[in-house]
């Protein structure tokens, strides 16, 4: 994660250097809506603990990779600040699934035979309903290109599926890179590519069908590029 700031801050340095004063901000400036779509890739990785009778703790760890598309629609208003430079700032809504499952039974304290099964029952985590909220420094590179990074804030929905306590949605930061060409008519397309780090997820039994000693944890990443197609008004 700190290699890609890193990277992006290095990128966006050079360029800013190595810009002209021919760029004019006014053709980026102003407010816009796009379409958006992405291509998600997703790992989620999780454990679940159980204690069985004799006080001994089993973990089961399970880890889910998915790429998926994703369709969104974005709104923002683009600052110019000089010849050369604008503040973008929008908000994002992007429509998706990514779901972790805990269906299998763990072996109670290395003992065999079916009583030695202890249960973990069918939970499961979804994450759905995604959206972001990003401030992106932008550099103009001519009448009709640009490029920028963005920092945002990511959230997203979580239901779960179970005799399980239901945990709080998620919340994550992002950091992206990706440019930004404007036709006269008004009409940009953006390409982006970047990187979301959620926080940790938690769960545990609510002791009617999962023992309420049972805990179930996940630590969602995604990895994303995304095509957006919009109008400048």
């Known amino acids: 994660m700190k290699k890609l700031k890193v990277m992006l801050c290095a990128v966006f340095t050079l360029l800013l250097v190595n810009t002209t004063a021919q760029a004019d901000a006014s053709n980026f400036a102003g407010p816009y809506v796009g379409l958006t779509a992405s291509g998600y890739g997703l790992q989620m990785d999780g454990s679940a603990a159980t204690s069985p009778t ?3 703790y089993e973990i089961d760890e399970v880890s889910l990779g998915q790429v998926a598309p994703v369709s969104g629609i974005e709104l923002g208003y683009a600052l110019p600040l000089g010849s050369a430079f604008l503040i973008d700032i929008g908000a994002a809504y992007y429509s998706g699934e990514a779901k972790l499952d805990f269906t299998n039974d763990v072996n109670a304290g290395g003992a065999t035979g079916e009583s030695a099964q202890v249960p973990l ?4 985590f979804a994450m759905d309903d995604l959206v972001s909220y990003y401030i ?3 550099l103009v590179l001519s009448d009709t290109s640009s ?3 963005k920092v945002g804030l990511h959230e997203a929905d979580i239901a779960v599926t179970g005799d399980v306590t239901t945990p709080a949605n998620l919340s994550g930061k992002t950091w992206a890179m990706g440019t930004r ?3 006269e008519n008004g009409i940009f397309v953006r390409t982006e590519a970047g990187y979301t780090d959620y926080n940790g997820i938690s769960s545990h039994g ?3 069908y999962v023992d309420a000693n049972n805990s179930y944890s996940a630590e969602p990443t995604i ?3 995304a095509v957006s197609l919009g109008f400048r008004f």
Do not use: M, R
């Open 136 to 138: 992106a420094p932008t």
């Open 206 to 208: 609510k002791g009617t």
């Open 147 to 149: 490029i920028y990074v």
């Open 121 to 124: 029952g069918e939970v499961s």
């Open 223 to 225: 990895a994303f590029g």
């Open 54 to 56: 004799a006080g001994v």
């Open 181 to 183: 060409t404007v036709l």
